[in-house]
């Protein structure tokens, strides 16, 4: 259900492109980013912290957007927010005693702790390579392959990433299993 949510915005952005223009998907992009900020609040109780920082992006650079007639404003969003969620990965590790990865995943999920750091770091490369790889297709192709890779190829790449990490994990959480059922 979360990532529906998550997805949402973005998904009513490429919809309104393909009938409209990228002005007025800007404009649904950055009102369904409000209404999802506010749904949540009013469904969980309190603001996601990611949702948060998203409306402010999509609001400061889709404003822009539309204020300047400049489409390139929205398209830096996707690499900044990826910037800004791999600054907050890496300064994880030195503010509190988890990193984010152990805080998100550390109740459901026993790792060694360097399993943890590896998993930390990687999600921050990976933020960093999306939003370079956001850059290379903005200034190496046109604006609906742009739009296409937002929707598509962004997603695409970060189920890829998951599996990947799941896949990683997969092996520590069975070294762990089996090591407390040898403690019985």
Excluded at 101 to 119: A, N, S, T
Excluded at 134 to 155: P, Q, R, S
Excluded at 159 to 171: D, E, R, T
Aim: aromatic share 16%; hydrophobic share 55%.
């Amino acid at each position: 259900m979360k990532m529906l949510v998550d997805f949402l915005p973005v998904a009513l952005f490429f919809i309104v492109y393909k009938m409209e223009d990228i002005y007025v998907a800007t404009a649904v992009l950055i009102i369904a980013s409000a209404i999802q900020t506010v749904g949540v609040r009013l469904w969980k109780g309190k603001f996601e912290q990611s949702h948060v920082i998203t409306l402010v992006l999509v609001a400061a650079f889709g404003g822009l957007t539309l204020f300047l007639h400049d489409e390139m404003f929205i398209k830096w969003k996707p690499s900044v927010i990826n910037w800004l969620f791999a600054a907050v990965f890496l300064g994880s590790m030195w503010i509190g005693k988890q990193n984010i990865i152990q805080r998100m995943l550390g109740g459901q999920v026993e790792l060694p702790q360097d399993v943890w750091v590896k998993l930390n770091v990687a999600w921050a490369a990976f933020f960093t390579f999306l939003g370079f790889l956001n850059l290379y297709v903005i200034y190496n192709y046109d604006t609906d392959t742009w739009v296409n890779f937002k929707l598509f190829g962004l997603m695409g790449l970060t189920i890829v990433f998951i599996i990947g990490q799941s896949l990683y994990m997969a092996k520590y959480i069975q070294d762990s299993e089996q090591g407390d059922e040898g403690d019985r």
